[in-house]
């Protein structure tokens, strides 16, 4: 009789364990959507699955697209919390204009009222803008095919676009903690990855073949091109090729920096200045150009734009901070093969923007790292265009080849920090006398300290041109091996 209890028992417990599983099972199965169970379909106009798709993911969880085909979507995508987006081999997201152009694919629902959302994915997703653009919506200066604004843990995963045009970028993410994308290839006219402000990031296996920036670090940009300032912080970039471009402009990498000052009465401001009042930040968003305005009357607005003194000023954000700038930013395993110059360290002073105010705190950038970036290509312009105040910069272990670091001068910056620059490691390709640094900022002191490095051109001779500034020197490369200092007296 115990034995018979016992097993009874014991088999209730199983048959439980078994409907546990069961139940579990279930959920499981329920938490994957298949979108085309809500009408999503190759065969459907873009109206059709803009309305399917976005029934889909308003469900939440994991939804699937995995019959191949191409599929139009005729407006943007709003992703909530915990949500994964999962698009099979073969299938193609292609943006139709049937209502018009729009701006973005998929955008988080938080970005509209800044609420943070949480856990988003996007895997293997290939997208074709189909030349259907429009710079932006309703949130002035988010321009991304693809954007995050007021994101916490975001991956994207496995991507593809070929045919990015010339007024959108293909990702834009502002206001961010902890975003992922690896494995992606962007080709086009236009940013491929356009950072605002946020921390800890990391961008890897990719390829890029822009003409305009491949990787913009801009938490201080254009009114047009950012919705909110801050800093940028922690970010590794790894495994990236460059492909050459046909054309020259932007850069690899721009590293952009601004800062603003508290609004006075009878200031000059013109089209990009930003000012602080009253705990919010407001910018002035004018025509591109030149033009000068005499601002008499504070902006204290809550929202959106106002006309004050003939100036068309923008309430910005709600904040009081006076500077953003990029730091702890690593490059390694970089393949350049286009012919620009691929980092530029800049702030904006031109008719599309003012970035830096006269007087403002200054926005220093820096503690950069790159570790085995190779310069590919016989048509290199230079490794570094440095135009705003950095602090350190550490080169490990990369090819260079006419690599040369410039420091020029925005009008803007009275005087700039020093920079401490080490070089180790690396191998020089360059034959005979080659520029390594030179400075067209007054005042200017550098730091150079270069070691470990392996010389492969014929007669090799590293120069320095400290212009009106100062370059203290200990090296190990030929033409720069005695310690010195070299000023303007030496030239």
Avoid at 116 to 140: F, P, R
Wanted: glycine share 8%; with cysteine; proline share 3%.
């Amino acid at each position: 009789m115990q034995k018979m209890k016992k097993l009874t028992c014991i088999t209730t417990l199983m048959l439980l364990a078994f409907a546990t599983a069961l139940n579990s099972a279930n959920l499981t199965s329920e938490s994957f959507i298949d979108a085309a169970a809500f009408g999503f379909s190759p065969n459907a106009t873009g109206v059709q699955n803009l309305k399917a798709l976005q029934a889909a993911v308003d469900k939440g969880g994991t939804i699937t697209v995995s019959r191949p085909g191409t599929y139009k979507l005729a407006g943007t995508i709003t992703i909530g919390d915990n949500t994964s987006l999962v698009f099979g081999n073969g299938t193609i997201i292609q943006k139709s204009a049937e209502n018009g152009h729009f701006t973005h694919v998929f955008i988080n629902k938080g970005a509209y009222t800044r609420q943070y959302n949480h856990n988003i994915t996007i895997e293997g997703l290939n997208l074709s803008v189909n030349g259907v653009e429009k710079a932006w919506s309703e949130i002035y200066g988010l321009r991304g095919h693809i954007s995050f604004f007021y994101v916490k843990d975001v991956k994207l995963e496995r991507f593809r676009c070929t045919d990015l045009a010339t007024k959108q970028f293909c990702v834009h993410i502002c206001t961010f903690e902890d975003f992922l994308m690896n494995d992606a290839v962007i080709i086009g006219d236009k940013d491929g990855v356009h950072f605002g402000p946020g921390k800890r990031f990391r961008i890897s296996n990719v390829v890029f073949r822009t003409s305009d920036d491949a990787l913009a670090l801009v938490p201080g940009d254009w009114v047009t091109a950012n919705p909110e300032y801050g800093n940028l912080e922690d970010g590794i970039i790894e495994n990236i090729t460059e492909l050459a471009s046909f054309r020259r402009e932007g850069a690899f990498a721009k590293i952009v920096a601004s800062g603003w000052p508290d609004w006075k009465p009878g200031m000059k401001v013109q089209q990009g200045t930003a000012v602080l009042s009253n705990g919010r930040i407001y910018r002035v968003a004018m025509e591109a150009d030149s033009k000068v305005y005499t601002s008499s009357t504070c902006p204290d607005f809550e929202f959106g734009m106002k006309e004050l003194d003939g100036i068309n000023w923008l309430m910005f954000q709600q904040d009081t901070i006076h500077t953003a700038a990029v730091r702890n930013i690593v490059f390694r395993d970089i393949f350049l093969y286009g012919i620009r110059t691929p980092f530029s360290i800049l702030s904006y002073s031109n008719h599309w923007e003012h970035s830096y105010y006269p007087g403002a705190p200054m926005p220093v950038q820096g503690n950069i790292s790159l570790e085995k970036v190779h310069m590919l290509s016989n048509e290199s312009h230079g490794l570094f265009h440095i135009s705003t105040p950095v602090d350190f910069l550490n080169i490990r272990d990369c090819t260079l080849k006419k690599g040369f670091i410039h420091f020029g001068h925005a009008q803007d910056y009275a005087t700039y920090p020093p920079t401490y620059i080490h070089i180790t490691g690396c191998t020089f390709l360059d034959e005979g006398a080659s520029m390594l640094i030179k400075n067209d900022s007054p005042g200017k002191e550098i730091y150079l300290k270069t070691s470990g490095n392996l010389v492969v051109g014929k007669e090799f001779s590293s120069l320095v041109d400290a212009g009106k500034g100062n370059i203290h020197i200990d090296s190990d490369l030929p033409g720069l091996k005695e310690k010195t200092i070299l000023n303007s007296a030496a030239y």
